[in-house]
Every structure is written in structure tokens, then in C-alpha cells.
């Protein structure tokens, strides 16, 4: 399993920001180098943020970088300033063919053989924010056995579309579901968009129920007020917590035990999709568990 409810955002220029990373209990803090730093302060935030991705995951997370595009012609730079010990993953921005994705491949196990780090170490998250890069989903989330998730990314896909970015969020529906398919088919996780209205956590809640139902598992967080919830509404409910112990004894100790593929509980039969399905429940609890242990 890959727990990744929360995925906070913060300015890699912003020194007050950074030195607070540590304090917010996102699963992953992404410094980032891309949107929110102008271009005058890039080199300040690769600097930054090579000072600090270590200090950055000292609460727990994982702590990953945001990358400028491919045809800003930085990303070269952005990764030669933050490979580095300590570094778990990038994410590219604006990631539009599963040629961006070949080609940042390439360019980190250059990086982790020229400074002894394990090949593989650092990880790849792809942000899906336009059209080309909703078209080639599938092509992009297969593209590298590094990735591990792939968020779609709202704001600029709205742009790109010229369309209105609404809370209700109907103009964003195709791109979001064939993102999340895209994921489930490659094994790697679902991350929504950013939902921009942080004030209003009612919207935010409705939001991701939706999103939850096409196939994610967690998100792209703007404000700290969206970590909270984020991470209470991708986590198990208490009650399928409960009710997953209670399939997987049934139908080990009742089906698996005499010979059986289907067994009941609860009034309802319970055959091995369901078994299944209530062991995933129980692997995603434990993790988000160990995780809270190393905070506390």
C-alpha cells in the first residue's frame, strides 16, 4: 500500500514556510520550485530546499520537489540542485507524454550514480494539468516503474481548456476520472486537484467524497487547513475498520479454513473480492498507523 492522503505544497523561497514543514502532518511535503516561486527567486529556492529536504521530513513525511516543465528549459537545473540524500521524490509539472517522464528517468539515475545514492531512490509524481498530458494519462502513468502517483491538476487544466474553474467542479469531470483510471490501471495512486476555496472545508469535504468515488486517494494541499481533513477523509472509516476485521476471521477461519470460497457475514455473502477488498482496508489502517507512530 502507498498512503499518500495529504500532499502539502510549500514555497521553496520562502524560508518562514520551509522551517514550518516539519510541524504540518501532511504524508508528503512537496517543496516547490514551480508555480509559486517567481523566476527571479529559483535559484534562492534550489538552494533552499537543498539545505533543507532533510530538516523538511523531520515530522514524519516524506518530502518530495515540485520541478519546473521540460520546456521551461530549468528542469535540468531544479534536479542537479535537489538530488540529493534526503530527497523521496520530484513531481514534474505539466507532465504532457510519457517521453517527459522517460526523460526525467534517465536523468535521475544519472544523478543518483554521479552521488552514490541507490538507483531508484527517488521516486516520480506527475502533475496532469493540461489537455496533452489528460490525453496521454495512460502512456505517462506507465512510463516508468519510479512513479508512484499522479495528480491532476485543475487550475491549469481549466486554463488550458479556457473553461471556468468552478468549486461544483462539472467542467473538470472527464480529465478527473480518466486520471484516476489512468492510475488504477498502472498500480499507482490517485492524487485530486488542489481545491482552491481552502476557507470553506464544508465544499472541501463535498469535494473529495466526489473524488473519492472515481478513484482517489488522497490530495494536493494549498492551505494547512485542508491537511486535517484530508487526512481524516482518505483514511478508513472506523465502522469499515470494524467491519473488515470481522470478513477477513469469517472467511479465513469459516472459509478459507474448510475448503470454502464464500462464506456469510453480517447477512451478506462475503467471497474472495470482498476478502480481498477488506484485507486492502486493513493494510491502508496499518500503514496510516505506523505513520502516526512516528509522529507521536
Known amino acids: 500500500m502507498a498512503v499518500m492522503r495529504s500532499i502539502m505544497y510549500v514555497p521553496g523561497n520562502n524560508p518562514k514556510m520551509v522551517d514550518k514543514a516539519p510541524s504540518i502532518p501532511a504524508d508528503i511535503i512537496t517543496l516547490d520550485l514551480e508555480d509559486s516561486v517567481p523566476p527571479a527567486e529559483k535559484e534562492v529556492a534550489r538552494k533552499l530546499i537543498a539545505q533543507k529536504l532533510e530538516y523538511a521530513a523531520t515530522g514524519g513525511a516524506q518530502v518530495y520537489v515540485r520541478l519546473n516543465n521540460w520546456e521551461t528549459e530549468m528542469t535540468n537545473d531544479d534536479l542537479e540542485a535537489v538530488v540529493l540524500p534526503g530527497l523521496d521524490g520530484v513531481t514534474l509539472s505539466k507532465t504532457g507524454c510519457a517521453d517527459d517522464v522517460k526523460r526525467l528517468e534517465w536523468k535521475l539515475e544519472e544523478l543518483e550514480r554521479r552521488r552514490g545514492i541507490p538507483v531508484g531512490t527517488v521516486k516520480i509524481s506527475m502533475l496532469l494539468e493540461t489537455a496533452k498530458g489528460i490525453i496521454n494519462a495512460r502512456e505517462c502513468c506507465f512510463a516508468s516503474k519510479r512513479n508512484v502517483n499522479a495528480i491532476f491538476g485543475a487550475v491549469?487544466?481549466?486554463?488550458?481548456?479556457?473553461?471556468k474553474l468552478t468549486n461544483e467542479g462539472v467542467e473538470q469531470t472527464w480529465g478527473r476520472a480518466v486520471t484516476a483510471i489512468a492510475c488504477r490501471a498502472a498500480g499507482i495512486v490517485a492524487i485530486d486537484a488542489p481545491f482552491v476555496a481552502y476557507q470553506d472545508i464544508p465544499a472541501f469535504e463535498k469535494n473529495v467524497a466526489t473524488g473519492k468515488q472515481m478513484g482517489?486517494?488522497?490530495?494536493?494541499?494549498?492551505?494547512?487547513?485542508?491537511?486535517?481533513?484530508s487526512n481524516r477523509l482518505y483514511a478508513p472509516e472506523p465502522a469499515d475498520v470494524e467491519w473488515a476485521h470481522g470478513v477477513v476471521k469469517v472467511f479465513e477461519e469459516e472459509?478459507?479454513?474448510?475448503?470454502?470460497?464464500a462464506v456469510s457475514f453480517n447477512g451478506k455473502m462475503v467471497d474472495t473480492p470482498v476478502y480481498l477488498n477488506a484485507k486492502d482496508i486493513l493494510a491502508t489502517q496499518a500503514e496510516i498507523a505506523a505513520k502516526d507512530a512516528t509522529r507521536k
Not at 491549469?156 to 473553461?163: N, Q
Not at 486517494?217 to 481533513?229: K, L, T
Not at 472459509?255 to 470460497?261: H, M, R, S
Request: contains cysteine; glycine residues 10%; charged residues 30%.
Open 255 to 261: 472459509g478459507l479454513a474448510k475448503g470454502k470460497a
Open 216 to 229: 482517489y486517494e488522497g490530495r494536493m494541499i494549498i492551505h494547512p487547513s485542508q491537511v486535517e481533513p
Open 156 to 163: 491549469d487544466y481549466c486554463r488550458d481548456m479556457r473553461v
